[in-house]
T-cell receptor, first 111, second 116 residues
Framework: QKEVEQNSGPLSVPEGAIASLNCTYS??????FFWYRQYSGKSPELIMF????GDKEDGRFTAQLNKASQYVSLLIRDSQPSDSATYLC???????????FGSGTRLQVQP | DAGITQSPRYKITETGRQVTLMCHQT?????MFWYRQDLGHGLRLIYY???????DKGEVPDGYVVSRSKTENFPLTLESATRSQTSVYFC???????????????FGPGTRLTVL
């Protein structure tokens, strides 16, 4: 069974710091990787996707992918209290369009 | 504003009753998905559909039935609700032709279902 693992947290960082969120996956055939943010009581919303090894930057967010190590991460620079949420890592393989999600990491940014 | 909607947003039912959760999207996305979210399990795929009249099982399909007679609608039915089906249910849709082929999934607001 395909697995996506995340530390449940909470990960607590001070305002202005860099938050680092990590995710590992079991299926070497996985092709696309997604980070979703979910506020309490709300639906997941896409932050970033990545499908090539290396870094991808979008504003304060950087996704990092290492397929050899089966590892994907999300860095949030200049963390703000509004970034406090649960971050879900999701993986898609070539076989189908559905995603396999990790259980999420709860991030708390302290003012 | 168009998008993906779910109804009802909250539902309380009793064990053994049939319940149908509705999902409607206005983007004409070909793919639609149903997930459930429980504490400690993240989002788990129940069923998905690649197009009208094409559906397939996900990770946790037992006790659920889906249909898709129209592209825009993807209802999820609990044939005989059980307490273990108490959860938050999310519908999502995606278009493989869009977003540079990344096939981003967009989620509805969710339905919180309680089975007593």
């Amino acid at each position: 069974q395909k697995e996506v693992e995340q530390n449940s947290g909470p990960l607590s960082v001070p305002e202005g710091a860099i938050a680092s969120l990590n995710c590992t996956y079991s299926d070497r055939g996985s092709q696309s990787f997604f980070w979703y943010r979910q506020y309490s009581g709300k639906s997941p919303e896409l932050i970033m996707f990545i499908y090539s090894n290396g870094d991808k930057e979008d504003g304060r967010f950087t996704a990092q992918l290492n397929k050899a190590s089966q590892y994907v991460s999300l860095l949030i620079r200049d963390s703000q209290p509004s970034d406090s949420a649960t971050y879900l890592c999701a993986v898609r393989d070539t076989g189908r369009r559905a995603l396999t999600f990790g259980s999420g990491t709860r991030l708390q940014v302290q003012p | 504003d168009a998008g993906i909607t779910q109804s009802p947003r909250y539902k309380i039912t009793e064990t053994g009753r049939q319940v149908t959760l509705m999902c409607h999207q206005t983007w004409s996305h070909s793919y639609m998905f149903w997930y459930r979210q429980d504490l400690g399990h993240g989002l788990r795929l129940i069923y998905y559909s690649a197009a009208a009249d094409i559906t397939d099982k996900g990770e946790v399909p037992d006790g659920y039935v889906v249909s898709r007679s129209k592209t825009e609608n993807f209802p999820l039915t609990l044939e005989s609700a059980t307490r273990s089906q108490t959860s938050v249910y999310f519908c999502a849709s995606s278009d493989p032709r869009g977003s540079g082929g990344t096939d981003t999934q967009y989620f509805g607001p969710g339905t919180r279902l309680t089975v007593l």
